[in-house]
């Protein structure tokens, strides 16, 4: 008997396994022409300057329009790094945040930075810094208003050429952020040792945040990391006023959440920033 469960368990594995591979499959071909179809478009999420709640840039995060329909980067991200098309879709990004930012400059006078999500495919790819060159010459972006992220758990490889991309990437003027921060294992010799510029406390911290005195702690410590490494430290997932305001006491420079607004599309975002330059959180 309990061999015949074993096996009808074995089953039921193996179709949802099946059916999984067959979506993944679907979804990598249909991602193939989602560029020239003109099927993605960016979100901004405003970042906040802790100090005076001020916004001082914002976050693209992808999205994909398919037959009207918006699906989340969480349900093609992982797609694109295994099939490598997150490395022409990643161009397409890139330059599209970068011709972004221009507008908030000369439309509304406004010197914000921007910053995009970058994986580790990504900044393999041999013509990374050509095309980033490329880019920011096309665009005519300032460098120091361009600010990549990359994730905690990516960077754990430690790799002497990764290093090298992000100090190649750190001479052109750009700044780069440690995406997640808190959700790898990375030794505080392990940071001091990468090119980056600030740290992103993750949302799963963020969300405990004075629930305990423990898990204030640990954010705490993460602030000071910061503060100990000579990095700026944001963080993102605000979702109440009250954790603005622990932020805030902790020492916290920037943050992120839907406390202060939800990611916007590129005309709800030049909207926000004409009605709400100074955005005030509470
Ligand atoms: P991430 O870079 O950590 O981005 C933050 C995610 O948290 C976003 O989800 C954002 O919409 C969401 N978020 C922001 N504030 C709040 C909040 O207060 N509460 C909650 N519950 N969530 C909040 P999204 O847009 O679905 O993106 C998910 C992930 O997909 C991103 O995580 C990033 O790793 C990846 N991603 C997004 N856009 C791009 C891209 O252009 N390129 C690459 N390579 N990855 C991207
Ligand atoms: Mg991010
Ligand atoms: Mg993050
Ligand atoms: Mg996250």
Known sequence: HAK??????????????????????????????????NELQLYYQPQICLKDQ????????VRWIKDGKMIPPGE?????????????????ILEEACNEQIRWH?????QLKVAVNVSVRQLKDPSFIGRLDDILRRTGIDAKCLE??????????NSRDLRKILQLIRQRGLSI??????TGYSSLSHLQ???????????????????SEEDRAITSLMIKTGELLKLRVIAEGIEEAYQHEEL????????????????????????????YPELESS
């Open 4 to 37: 015949k469960h074993q096996r009808a368990g074995y089953t039921e594995f193996g179709q949802e396994f099946e059916q999984q591979l067959q979506r993944r499959l679907q979804v990598a071909s249909e991602l193939r022409h989602c560029v020239e179809r």
């Open 193 to 211: 040792e990468l090119p980056i510029n600030l740290l992103k406390i993750d949302r799963s911290f963020i969300s405990k945040v004075t629930k």
């Open 177 to 182: 952020a440690l995406d997640d921060f808190g």
């Open 106 to 110: 000369t439309e509304l006078g406004l």
């Open 148 to 157: 990549l992220e990359v994730t905690e758990s990516m960077m754990m490889e």
């Open 54 to 61: 001020k916004v001082i840039g914002a976050e693209a995060l």
């Open 76 to 92: 093609f991200i992982s797609t694109a790094e295994t099939s490598g098309f997150i490395v022409p879709m990643g161009y397409w």
């Open 248 to 275: 805030i006491k902790l020492g916290c420079h920037e943050a992120q959440g839907y406390h202060y607004s939800r990611p916007l599309s590129k005309a709800d975002f030049m909207a926000l920033l004409q009605e």
